[in-house]
């Protein structure tokens, strides 16, 4: 047995059917498309989790940002609070 229960004669006969109704120009045309399209998939992928990092850094620092506020705002009010 070979792939997925296909021997490999007959996988061998279901290659060259598909390159007699299809031809080489066109097979060349399907893979070249299906190519183009996995590194356009990997490429999305790989800035939606460039972007979700982003996104993060950003909200680390809007933390830290609002954590700094709040010291700078406690030092005024003791400042305030000294004659």
């Given at each position: 047995m070979g792939i997925g229960g296909i021997s490999p004669v007959q996988l061998i006969i279901i290659l060259v059917i598909v390159l007699?109704?299809?031809g080489t120009k066109k097979l060349r045309n399907l893979g070249g498309d299906l190519?183009?399209?996995?590194?356009?998939?990997k490429k999305a992928v790989k800035e939606e989790g460039a972007a979700e990092k982003i996104e993060?850094?950003?909200?680390?620092?809007?933390?830290e940002i609002n954590e700094?506020?709040?010291v700078v705002a406690e030092k005024a009010e003791i400042d305030k609070e000294k004659p």
């Open positions: 007699l109704i299809f190519g183009g399209a996995i590194k356009g998939f993060e850094e950003s909200e680390a620092a809007s933390e700094q506020e709040a």
